[in-house]
Each structure stands twice: as structure tokens, then as C-alpha cells.
């Protein structure tokens, strides 16, 4: 079955960069459709990015568009999400998340399997 790792969050500034990388086991790579969420204190689970591999262009959610790229090593079967311009509003866990390849996981309730996530926090 899918195993979903997360690491690279932490503690940084306003403006900084984070990358953020989910590594997969347990599925061939390109046979489950991956993405990320988050979800910050006191608030629900929001889709961040998704990179439908059956489509090739990256679904952004709006606060994070121009700043976040989310990208995929099939090689390495390792999903990466690359955060610019962090913003005090990132402060969140960090999930990844699977889920059908027919499916474009852009909401919670289509996820099968979730990461145990990564925590961000964005200082001002």
C-alpha cells in the first residue's frame, strides 16, 4: 500500500524559501495522483498543489500561486514542493497526500492516503 513520508519544514523568516519533499513506497511511480495540503491551527485541511500526471500542469491553490512550485522525481519517486516568499499565513502542517489517478486531488475528501506531515512555520 502507499506510504507517504514528509520532510523539510522548520522554522524561518518572512521571505524565506522552504523545500518540502514527500517520499512514496509501496506504488509504482505515475499510478496514484499526489498533492499537497495544509492545514494551520484552529483551521480546516486546504489544498495547496497537484501535479496530475496524466495532465502535466500543476493545479495551484490562489495564496500560493507565483510563490509555490510543486514538482515530481519519478526516478526517485519523490514529490517536491518548492515555497518562495513565505508568508506568515504558511504557518501550517504540511500534508501529502494520494488518491486515484483518475482523480484531480484538489479536496481532502478524494484523498486515500495521507503523509503524518511536516510542520512550517513563518515568522513576521
Known amino acids: 500500500q502507499v506510504h507517504l513520508v514528509e520532510s523539510g519544514g522548520g522554522l524561518v523568516q518572512a521571505g524565506d524559501s522552504l523545500r518540502l519533499s514527500c517520499a512514496v513506497s509501496?506504488?509504482?511511480?505515475?499510478?496514484?495522483?499526489l498533492a499537497w495540503f495544509r492545514q494551520a491551527p484552529g483551521k480546516e485541511r486546504e489544498f495547496v498543489a497537484t501535479l496530475p500526471s496524466k495532465i502535466g500542469t500543476a493545479y495551484y491553490a490562489d495564496p500560493v500561486k507565483g510563490r509555490f512550485t510543486i514538482s515530481t522525481d519519478t526516478a526517485k519517486n519523490i514529490m517536491y514542493l518548492q515555497m518562495n516568499d513565505l508568508k506568515p499565513d504558511d504557518t501550517a502542517t504540511y500534508f501529502c497526500?494520494?488518491?486515484?489517478?483518475?482523480?484531480?486531488?484538489?479536496?481532502?475528501?478524494?484523498?486515500?492516503?495521507w503523509g503524518q506531515g511536516t510542520r512550517v512555520t513563518v515568522s513576521a
Open positions: 497526500a494520494s488518491g486515484s489517478l483518475d482523480v484531480i486531488l484538489v479536496v481532502a475528501a478524494q484523498v486515500q492516503r
Open positions: 509501496g506504488v509504482t511511480p505515475g499510478t496514484v495522483s
